[in-house]
């Protein structure tokens, strides 16, 4: 092989992946940072500070968002990245487990619910990694949805609501923890399937 042949090829290495030097992952590196202040506010006064409370929910939400939005920027702009691929789901998980555990922890959440959960979301990172060489499996309409209900019935529990209000953050809570088994188990088949090349 020639040495002009030896540039392009090195070349077209470079342009197939994209510097990492770019605003989804600088978002999805705010979201990692965000999480031990999530945690402050979240656990401050033994969780019995109303303010503190209301803004572990909205640093939580805003967190969240920065996903979807990084998510959406690096497809749209193509900066898709390998650095990407690992991080962002480390740091949305990392947020969806403070909170999950932060709860625990205040004895407000079930540790079983956080136990299911967490099993569910650390057992998908790690099939996405083991795939990671074959492909990217697409989130699915149940896997939006089950992140949409998680969010949600996390928020709930995190502002310093009323007892009246108990039944309905449960129930959400119930219908997110049933979406989180029942996605999971798909993502397993379509994991297999990737590395079987179906």
């Not at 690992?86 to 709860?103: E, S």
């Not at 959400?172 to 989180?180: P, Q, W």
């Amino acid at each position: 092989m020639s040495a002009r042949e030896d540039d392009d090829q090195l070349a077209a290495t470079t342009a197939a992946e994209p510097s990492s030097w770019n605003v989804p992952n600088g978002l999805t590196v705010v979201r990692l940072f965000m999480v031990p202040l999530f945690l402050w506010l979240l656990l401050r006064q033994d969780g019995g500070d109303a303010a503190s409370r209301f803004w572990a929910a909205a640093v939580f939400l805003i967190a969240s968002l920065t996903d979807f939005v990084d998510g959406e920027l690096a497809r749209r702009n193509g900066q898709v990245t390998s650095f990407g691929k690992v991080a962002d789901p480390i740091a949305d998980k990392a947020l969806t487990g403070a909170a999950l555990i932060g709860l625990s922890v205040l004895g407000e959440l079930p540790w079983w619910i956080t136990s299911v959960i967490l099993v569910r979301e650390v057992g998908v990172t790690l099939l996405r990694f083991w795939v990671i060489r074959d492909g990217i499996i697409p989130a699915s309409r149940g896997g939006k949805w089950k992140t949409a209900m998680q969010m949600t019935a996390i928020v709930l529990y995190l502002l310093a609501l009323p007892s009246s209000f108990d039944t309905v953050r449960m129930a959400v809570m119930a219908v997110a923890l049933i979406l989180t088994v029942v996605t999971g188990v798909d993502y397993v088949v379509r994991a297999l399937r990737l590395r079987k090349g179906e």
